[in-house]
């Protein structure tokens, strides 16, 4: 898992090598069930050390799972929603996008050094391709934008009413050592705590929370995963839906085109699901060019290229196939 996690830093064959065994493992007995029953969405439940896993990138030695799969997890069954799904209509769905742009140093008890965080210079552009408003028209959903100082608790709670997408793009810290230690940083630079996401009121009409720039901590090897589950858990809880989040420390270019491109899906075909939406963000990450859809009522989807996308290249010339980039994010809850 540590190779997966530092994999910026290896190249791609060492990467899914390591991929591959734990595919060997966990997806390999189940092959020919899947294949003879023609199942097209996987459904993990995870437990302990396996909620580190980036299971979209398991690789079977051709293909990575997601080439082949729409996936999503669930913690329990108690807190899943599988009946609701967002509003067919763009105009119906409006999106509360807040998110922090400047660096920040933040003192946290449990260390003796302040937390320290990089500016996120990606995040406005991020949020303005995603929230239309008055002054605004190259944006996706309808909503309200709150970046950096305009970013706190009281205008968090405030415009959740009414909203049914919630966007925070800023850091965050998973913490595996203290139970509830983890948090989210606020745009004036203080943690968004898990007393206070347990404080929130109007979860319960928020389908869909997007995590888009967070991190893990990852103390050591015997860690289980679960202040990963714990974050997603609260907002879960709270009424929340489905929740995306990352598994490890991402990057601000990649992250700000996986999200505009898994909105722009959503947004565009409504009769896509949400884990259906960041599977074809994901695929246009990795093969560098937006990917068709082919058979809706089926899921089944087209991998070829939209004419005129350049192979292994984003809109901004970068290439971010390695997993890395786009295997980090991960559908928690109700994935319709």
């Known amino acids: ?14 990467v899914q090598a390591a991929s591959k065994k734990l595919y060997n493992w966990l997806l390999k007995p189940l092959e020919a069930e899947l294949k003879n029953n023609q199942v097209k969405n996987i459904v993990f439940a995870l437990d302990r050390v396996t909620r580190y896993i980036p299971i979209s990138a398991l690789f079977d030695g051709k293909h990575y799972l997601i080439e082949n799969y729409t996936i999503h997890t669930i913690l329990s069954a108690s807190v899943t929603d599988v009946e609701d799904k967002l509003p067919a209509n763009i105009q119906d ?39 239309k408003n008055n002054t605004n028209n190259q944006g996706i959903y309808p909503g309200q934008k709150f970046p950096d100082a305009a ?31 983890s948090y989210l940083l606020l745009g004036i630079r203080k943690p968004l705590t898990i007393p206070q996401i347990q404080a ?44 995306i989040a990352s598994l490890w420390q991402v990057n601000d270019t990649s992250t700000k085109d ?25 695929l246009s990450l990795l093969h560098g060019k937006q990917v068709a859809i082919d058979d809706i009522k089926r899921g089944a989807i087209n991998l070829e290229p939209v004419p005129g ?17 786009w295997a980090p994010f991960i559908l928690i809850g109700n994935g319709m």
């Not at 807040?98 to 990089?118: I, L, N, Y």
């Not at 009281?154 to 966007?167: A, E, M, P, S, V």
């Open 151 to 181: 970013f706190d608790f009281h205008r968090l709670q405030d415009n959740l009413t009414g909203k049914k997408i919630l966007h925070l793009a800023t850091h965050g810290r998973f913490v595996p050592k203290f139970k509830d230690a």
């Open 309 to 325: 996308k350049l192979s292994q290249q984003t809109s901004t010339g970068a290439n971010f196939a390695h997993p890395y980039y």
């Open 93 to 131: 769905t409006s999106i509360l996008a807040m998110g922090m742009t400047q660096g920040a140093s933040v003192p946290v008890p449990w260390m003796s050094q302040p937390d320290k965080f990089a500016g996120l210079s990606n995040v406005r552009q991020e949020i303005d391709a995603i929230v």
């Open 1 to 14: 898992m540590l190779e997966c996690e530092h994999c910026g830093n290896e190249q791609t064959k060492q």
């Open 258 to 282: 996986l999200m505009q491109h898994f909105y722009t899906y959503l947004a565009q075909n409504p009769q896509l699901t949400k884990a259906e939406a960041l599977r074809l963000a994901q």
């Open 200 to 243: 929130l009121t109007g979860l319960s009409n928020i389908h869909l929370v997007v995590l888009s720039a967070c991190q893990t901590a990852l103390a050591d090897r015997q860690q289980d995963g679960i202040e990963i589950a714990s974050l997603a858990y609260y907002f879960l809880n709270g009424g929340a839906k489905a929740v």
